[in-house]
């Protein structure tokens, strides 16, 4: 097949399309979602006919709202984008208002839609949960859903099972399954993505990648700030809730999980839902040893103080933990006995996300120096450079005996590609178009975590379980779960 026909064949996946974004002049969708449409147009990929409408519920003012956004559209490290190429895709943006979810107050929104009733229609929901099923019914009561229409759900979704239960019964009164993508913008991350190359088409690590040669695996999703302008929804959910049930539980399935069959959306999805019914449950017992949480204080971030969270949301009697780490156990043949070790917060020492292999000690060390082999570590770092090292290790130069230290060999994608790689929601809104639910969860997988989740909820209730106080600036109370021997790698490696 000559490139040209390859060529031919990507395109005809994508359909002429408009998507609809409600919440358009949210925070989210100025500084993620728009962008992300805007590269992937200038880069020619959604060369076919479309339209990008902005939802807003206050009076439009087209002039503002392309102020808010255009810096969005310039931001890059690799190209100083025209006023040209900008204004192009300003041009194809239509703002529209919408102050409630009612047939009324959808009739514009319907009248410009039904221009094109040949084109699949997108709607991305970028509002609280809560709207999602008042949004759903009023495009099915004006006539707005058929079989070419998709929805795009963000996160949160819902607070409990039984709250995301009932949203998914709700969008599913207008929408099937297959028409349904949620989202999380981590599985679009690049590293996220080689992480499923580097398992399935390299022997040399999948053949190590069992319980025989890992001696843990762990997951860290740290942040440097503080709730900023999230107060309120966080103070409602905590970093369980906001980090663990979704973010963490993804990447602990990508790395947990069987080969797929295929490279297709059910068989992936299949094998991640088998890791998330095999994950060990929290009991009353078993929290206080295996869970942590806590809550940011009075501390220092970049030499700076910070307030603590009680001040930072000003309710003095909140008990929302900001941080969380979690030792647990995925209770099937290849991980048996291989503690997964997830930790997220606020305020920590720096921002970073990243998935560590804690690979096994060498059975007997043949060289005459005392010193310990340090194990070998494959080290995915998520953001914010995009990496990957695997730890090995070497002998020092030099005459006279061995003397070895692990030294990295790495992946900077920064350093090896040089050309501008997409972001993650750009990776993702492209897969909606196409209609590629890979790396989207179904509901099963869903409702699967959050059993799993509501584990250690109603067992830290049950057991009494309170925030350990940690200062703002430090790595939080992760030690707590940790065992003799046990230790966080990046606390000792890469600081």
């Not at 008990?319 to 997830?342: C, S």
Request: charged letters at 25%; one cysteine or more.
């Amino acid at each position: 097949m000559t490139v040209q026909a390859k060529n031919n064949a990507n395109q005809e996946r994508f359909k002429s399309f408009n998507i609809v974004v409600f919440g358009g002049d949210g925070d989210l969708s100025i500084r993620k979602i728009l962008p992300a449409i805007f590269h992937r147009d200038l880069d020619g990929q959604l060369d076919i006919p479309n339209n990008v409408i902005a939802i807003s519920r206050k009076e439009p003012n087209i002039k503002t709202f392309h102020q808010k956004l255009i810096p969005f559209l310039q931001e890059s490290d690799h190209h100083k984008y025209s006023q040209e190429e900008i204004e192009k895709f300003l041009k194809k943006l239509v703002l529209l208002k919408a102050e409630s979810p009612s047939v009324q107050a959808y009739q514009e929104l319907k009248s410009f839609l039904n221009q094109y009733p040949e084109r699949q229609n997108i709607y991305y929901f970028s509002t609280p949960s809560s709207a999602f099923g008042p949004i759903t019914q009023t495009l099915k009561d004006c006539g707005l859903v058929n079989q070419n229409s998709k929805v795009v759900l963000e996160k949160p979704l819902g607070h409990s099972l039984a709250s995301s239960n009932e949203i998914n019964a709700e969008i599913t009164q207008a929408f099937e399954e297959h028409q349904i993508y949620r989202i999380d913008h981590y599985l679009g991350k690049e590293t996220v993505q080689n992480l499923m190359v580097l398992r399935f088409a390299n022997n040399l690590f999948e053949r190590a990648w069992n319980a025989e040669n890992i001696e843990s695996v762990q997951i860290t999703v740290a942040e440097s700030l503080g709730v900023e302008k999230r107060a309120s929804y966080y103070d409602q959910s905590g970093a369980l809730l906001d980090m663990v049930q979704n973010h963490l539980l993804q990447l602990l399935c990508l790395v947990a999980m069987e080969p797929p069959v295929a490279l297709e959306a059910d068989e992936v999805r299949n094998e991640k839902l088998k890791v998330l019914k095999a994950l060990r449950p929290l009991n009353k017992k078993s929290v206080l040893k295996d869970t942590v949480k806590g809550q940011y204080t009075r501390g220092f971030s970049e030499s700076a103080q910070v307030k603590s969270y009680l001040e930072d949301i000003e309710k003095y009697d909140s008990k929302t933990e900001t941080f969380v780490a979690i030792k647990t156990y995925v209770d099937n043949w290849r991980w048996k006995g291989v503690p997964f070790m997830l930790r997220t917060g606020k305020r920590m020492i720096k921002r970073y996300s990243e998935i560590v292999i804690n690979f096994r000690e060498v059975k007997h060390n043949i060289f005459p120096s005392k010193e310990k082999l340090n194990n070998n570590k494959l080290i995915i770092r998520l953001q914010p450079e995009e990496r990957i090292e695997l730890i090995q290790m070497t002998k020092i130069p030099g005459p006279g005996g061995y003397r070895y230290k692990p030294i990295a060999l790495k992946l900077d994608y920064t350093d090896s590609f040089k050309e501008r790689f997409p972001d993650a929601y750009e990776r993702l809104i492209v897969d909606v178009i196409r209609g590629n639910q890979t790396l989207f969860m179904r509901q099963d997988e869903l409702q699967a975590a959050w059993t799993w989740i509501e584990s250690i909820t109603t067992s830290w209730k049950a057991a009494n379980m309170q925030n350990v106080l940690y200062e703002a600036g430090t790595w939080g109370p992760g030690d707590d779960i940790l065992e003799e021997g046990e230790s966080w790698i990046t606390k000792t490696w890469g600081e």
